[in-house]
């Protein structure tokens, strides 16, 4: 049986229109193959305008495969195939054809400038009205082509002869503007006809000019004015082109949406449409001429990820009244997104929609949103054939909304579909699953795939709800490992973190949170913290070991080694980063609710840690890049760091200075000891796990850490314990609360049912739902063993009165998996490797095995002492 190939990849971009790289690198699954087959060798195919260039490779490589050919120049099309040869000397069949489009590469190739309205308005208001900007246009007979490249000083929504262009919101994103503004391109040749046509956008204020920050926040952070920049090209049959590009020959008018913001929400007033504003023949009359604005081209960039999109619609599970005799829809479920309404109604009416993501008292409870109006209103124009509307610039973090002047019987209306929650994230696709026979533990997977899903809305963001929202590197360095399995968020984040790089200072310093906004004076100006600024080597590096990448590294890796070269230079020779502002082990439970970075763990311990294994990582990308003299250079600075922080934190019988769980459990992961005191170390922190009723002891940096301490050291059923432990503060205490998305408080809700005071309380945080990283690998067993799970690790470690577990993961390979279970003793497992890769079976009590590709089954002996143990569904609280 031959191999078979599935459809090339192109970077990491799930749709290859428009994109930016002039030599995209190539990935491939290879689908079948006889038992024991390994790829020899493949004969790329690369289709240009007709003429077919083919380019044979003696290499096994698959993934990320350097392009062969010709560089592509800008608004190429290349289709390609591939075919693979194995070393029993055979030729698979072609893979099908897939094809990439290059975008706009070079500066010169823009002649769109930025237009916007110029009527006069108070920069300093949140209530500006936003523009609509339209023009007219012809197409000539025999049209082949058109492509649109679309971006905003705000956010757009382009319409062509009254259609929406493009399934995404929130476009173009945020990014750090004033280096990078992302376009967009559409294809939207079937929106064109011959003759007459029109093109317009609706515009929105965004992260661009709308208000971000708290206590007020701050307003115009990266400009005052509201443009749109788009380049419509069109090419016909006999190769001639014609751009309609934003110029002065555009007009604007006022839109129906009277305001809209990011935290605030959105007012529309249905009775302000201008019916047939982007059709051909409308009359603009009374429209207003455009100002043209400045843009640098060289500024405009391609994405590396998918776009936010509305990915999923959920319906309110009830409609309660509360004490007050409000009207709240329950959805059930904390999400990200808005609510769409239909329903018809006299012109006038009116209604409010206020979201919050609890309740307390059966009231909805707003406090935890801080200074985010997070409101929509909607005034009907009495259409008698009925309205729809959702907002178009704006998202909420929610499980409950509140509905005012609701026109007809809402109780009826709402199980009739006319309130409906639209979720919308940036449109990764998802690539882990995980379920096990405890139903709490899979509960708390899935809060955390909603967390996730909830936060990467353009940039992994922290919370998405209140007066916030910002690109925390902490949170997303201690959440990448288990953010690379959920999706593959790899092109996104390898965008963020040229975001970052922009930001970086020159002295290396990598700030609080990416892109920059300014803030009170505990952030900026920005000041070098540990474990936030290491996202600048640990998130590079953790998407070189989930997708095989090496380009990140090579993108990343005069940023990463600024920011270790600012540790060394801060540390000085003691070699001891123990001065200067940090943040320490933030929201460790024993700290007061006024001072979340007084931990029990010495932040200076956490810092000189992370000082120790950043410097190790840039070590190891130099050996990875093949920089050899760097590769030295970090790796005695990593020796010289790990001998100061055993010298100053460590003690001979292995107790630290620090006598926490984070304090071991960074020692242990970020190998700071000696290995003589590997073990004792492990002991003491299973110790204080007991001695604290399995309770969480551990913040956001200790949180992703100590279970993984535990388990590598001998200490597998403290990990369990503390995993599986269900009074406050721990995991499933959330989850027996009925949280549907991981807290950023352990008590966020106390478990009377109030809500923290704290003015940091939010229930959709990931950070401390990095725990399932360690649920993938260890509890299930699927580990990478070699960057992009070439080599995958089948490692399951029962506990916990587990019966069974499972997880798969679309690697970049094609999908592994690992199921097991219990059933009298016998321990059975399950593991499937896709092609490429191979893999080792490391079971309990018996040698490790090396095997490849296909379905593996063993059955092997275990304690029996856990496999009486089962759960209840009822255990889970809905």
């Known amino acids: 049986m031959p191999a078979t190939v599935s459809a090339v990849r192109f970077e990491h971009h799930r749709e290859p229109l428009g994109i930016g790289e002039s030599r995209p690198r190539l990935s491939w699954v290879i689908d079948t193959a006889p038992t024991g087959w ?35 120049d800008s608004r190429a099309r290349a289709s390609v195939r591939v075919r693979v040869r194995g070393t029993d000397g055979e030729w698979s069949d072609p893979s099908p054809w897939a094809t990439v489009e290059t975008g706009l590469l070079h500066p010169e190739d823009w002649t769109a400038g930025p237009i916007g309205a110029i009527w006069n308005e108070n920069p300093m208001r949140d209530d500006r009205r936003p523009a609509l900007v339209r023009r007219d246009f012809t197409v000539r007979p025999d049209l082949v082509r058109a492509r649109l490249y679309a971006s905003a000083h705000g956010l757009y929504q382009a319409e062509i002869n009254g259609e929406r262009v493009g399934t995404d919101v929130l476009s173009p994103g945020w990014t750090v503007y ?5 376009y967009y391109t559409y294809d939207v040749t079937d929106l064109l006809a011959e003759g007459d046509n029109a093109i317009g956008a609706w515009l929105g204020d965004g992260w661009y000019r709308g208000r971000l920050g708290w206590r007020g926040g701050f307003r115009n952070v990266f400009g005052d004015d509201l443009s749109f920049i788009g380049q419509l090209e069109l090419t016909y049959a006999d190769g001639t082109t014609e751009t309609v590009a934003t110029d002065t020959r555009w007009r604007s008018a006022p839109s129906p949406i009277l305001h809209s913001g990011i935290y605030d929400g959105e007012t529309y007033d249905a009775r302000e449409e201008l019916p047939g504003w982007s059709r051909a023949g409308y009359d603009d009359g009374d429209w207003q001429r455009v100002q043209l604005r400045r843009r640098d081209p060289a500024t405009l960039v391609a994405p590396t990820g998918p776009p936010v999109r509305v990915t999923e619609e959920v319906h309110p599970v009830t409609v309660l009244r509360t004490p007050a005799g409000k009207r709240v829809l329950d959805f059930g479920q904390n999400l990200v997104g808005v609510v769409r309404l239909r329903a018809t109604a006299a012109a006038g009416t009116t209604v409010t929609l206020r979201t919050a993501e609890v309740l307390q008292d059966d009231e909805l409870y707003t406090r935890p949103l801080r200074d985010a109006v997070s409101t929509d209103v909607y005034t009907f124009a009495g259409r008698p054939e009925g309205e729809e509307w959702e907002p178009r610039f704006t998202y909420h973090g929610f499980r409950y ?49 909603w967390g996730m899903r909830g936060n990467f809305v353009d940039i992994p963001s922290d919370c998405p709800q209140r ?5 925390w590197t902490g949170d997303i360095q201690v ?48 000041r070098p913290g540990a474990a936030w600024g290491d996202a600048a080597t640990i998130v590079p590096w953790t998407l070189h070991r989930r997708f095989g990448d090496e380009g990140v590294l090579r993108a990343q890796f ?23 502002f940090q943040l320490g082990d933030w929201l460790d439970p024993a700290a007061p609710p006024h001072d979340p970075a007084d ?96 309770r969480i002891g551990t913040g956001f940096v200790g949180t992703p ?35 549907t998305t991981v807290w950023e408080r352990w008590d966020s809700m106390r478990p009377d049912g109030s809500v923290n005071p704290g003015s940091m309380t939010s229930f959709n945080h990931y950070a401390l739902g990095a725990v399932v990283d360690w649920m993938h690998r260890v509890v299930a067993g699927l580990a990478a063993d070699a960057p992009g799970y070439r080599r995958i690790r089948v490692a399951p470690r029962p506990g916990g009165g587990l019966t069974s577990a499972a997880a798969r993961h679309r690697t970049p390979f094609g999908e592994a998996a690992v199921s097991w279970r219990i059933d009298a003793g016998v321990l059975h497992v399950t593991a499937e490797l896709p092609v490429g890769t191979t893999g080792v079976l490391a079971l309990p009590g018996q040698p490790e095995e090396e095997v490849g590709h296909g379905t593996h089954t063993r059955s092997v002996t275990v304690d029996g002492a856990d496999a009486d143990a089962t759960y209840s569904a009822a255990e889970v609280t809905a």
């Open 38 to 72: 390994t790829q020899a060798a493949s004969r790329i195919e690369i289709d240009t305008d007709g003429a077919v260039d083919t380019f044979e490779i003696d290499s096994d490589a698959q993934v990320l495969v350097p392009w062969p050919g010709r560089a592509l």
């Open 178 to 182: 004033r280096e990078r503004l992302r």
């Open 401 to 449: 909304v509140e509905v005012d002047g609701w026109p007809g019987d809402i109780d009826a209306d709402a199980a009739a579909g006319a309130l409906v929650a639209r979720v919308l994230h940036t449109d990764m696709e998802r690539t882990g699953w995980f379920e096990s026979s405890n139903p709490q533990l899979d509960r708390l997977h899935e809060n955390v795939v």
């Open 467 to 471: 007066d916030e929202r910002l690109g």
């Open 479 to 526: 959440f990448a490992p288990a953010a690379s399995f959920l999706y593959d968020s790899s092109g996104m984040l390898a965008g963020w973190l040229r975001d970052l790089e922009a930001e970086q200072l020159p002295d290396g310093t990598v700030p609080w949170y990416v892109p920059v906004i300014p803030a009170d004076t505990m952030w900026t100006p920005q």
């Open 558 to 580: 005069d940023s990463a080694r600024a920011w270790v070269d600012l540790q060394a230079e801060i540390a000085g020779p003691s070699r001891l980063w123990d001065t200067g």
């Open 599 to 694: 931990a029990l763990t010495d932040r200076y311990l956490v810092a000189s840690g992370y000082f120790a294994y950043s410097a190790r990582l840039v070590a190891d990308m130099a050996a990875t890049l093949g920089e050899t003299t760097d590769a030295a250079h970090y790796t005695a600075l990593a020796a010289e760091a790990k001998a100061a922080f055993i010298g100053a934190y460590v003690g001979d019988d292995g107790r630290m200075t620090s006598d926490a769980q984070t304090a071991y459990a960074l020692a242990l992961e970020f190998d700071l000891l000696p290995d003589e005191l590997r073990a004792p170390a492990a002991a003491r922190l299973a110790a204080l796990v007991r001695a604290g009723g399995n």
């Open 705 to 739: 850490l100590v279970t993984d301490a535990l388990s590598a050291n001998g200490q597998l059923d403290a990990a369990y314990d503390l995993l599986l432990e269900k009074e406050c503060p721990s995991w499933l205490y959330q989850v027996g609360m009925g949280a």
